[in-house]
Antibody
């Protein structure tokens, strides 16, 4: 059975930093395309970032609003996906989900975590 | 990249069919057959219902079907059931820039 478990959410002040973790079981993070998707309170889903599968040069992509502030990464030994969030803004407040992306381009996100709430407020 | 446009709400009676539209542009839905649809219940993670415009992943009811015409994709739910009530989001590949996917604005489906 595949399980993705997010952790690291919480309350942070504007301009602060937070690192989300997504611990996987049943799949190997480094062998899969993995994404972060967020959902602001009462709002729709927003694709945030992807990290490509493989052990060669790691390809990563970000939505424009987080580019330069967020960094997606993974730790093979811990089978864990991360999202380092710096220079946080109030509009980054959201539930952040990690998910497996089956192909990297089909938009087929088949396994999801339960979500981690990030609140950016002074 | 702007969010794809969906109607805020759609409703129907049990047993009826409803269709949700998802309008994009010639930069996303119009040129890629890479539209997926997600169902989400309150407080829960989304679940994929349709991939590549028309394909149903294993385990998804055949009451759900997808189609596309020009820059607009559609999700049809046939034989509407109470358990279908929830939020539905479309998603399209937009490749070529830094953002690879864009979601729709979401549609609340109500079973009357």
């Amino acid at each position: 059975e595949v399980q993705l478990v997010e952790s690291g959410g919480g309350l942070v002040q504007p301009g602060g930093s937070l690192r989300l973790s997504c611990a996987a079981s049943g799949i190997t993070v480094s062998d899969n395309y993995m994404v972060w998707v967020r959902q602001a309170p009462g709002k729709g889903l927003e694709w945030v970032s992807v990290i490509y599968a493989g052990v060669a040069d790691v390809n990563t992509y970000y939505t424009d609003s987080v580019k330069g502030r967020f960094t997606i990464s993974r730790d093979k030994s811990k089978n864990t996906l991360y999202l380092q969030m710096d220079s946080l803004r109030v509009d980054d407040t959201a539930v952040y989900y990690c998910a497996r992306d089956v192909s990297g381009y089909m938009g087929h996100f088949d396994y999801w975590g339960q979500g981690a709430l990030v609140t950016v407020s002074s | 990249q702007s969010a794809l446009t969906q109607p805020a709400s759609v409703s129907g009676s049990p047993g009826q069919s409803i269709t949700i539209s998802c309008t994009g542009s010639s930069s996303d839905i119009g040129i890629y057959n890479l539209v997926s649809w997600y169902q989400q219940y309150p407080g829960k993670a989304p679940k994929v219902m349709i991939i590549e415009v028309t394909k149903r992943p294993s385990g998804v009811s055949d009451r759900f079907s997808g189609s596309k015409s020009g820059n607009t994709a559609f999700l049809t739910i046939s034989g509407l059931q109470a358990e279908d009530e929830g939020d539905y989001y479309c998603c399209s590949y937009v490749g070529g820039g830094s953002s690879l996917h864009v979601f729709g604005t979401g549609t609340k489906v109500t079973v009357l």
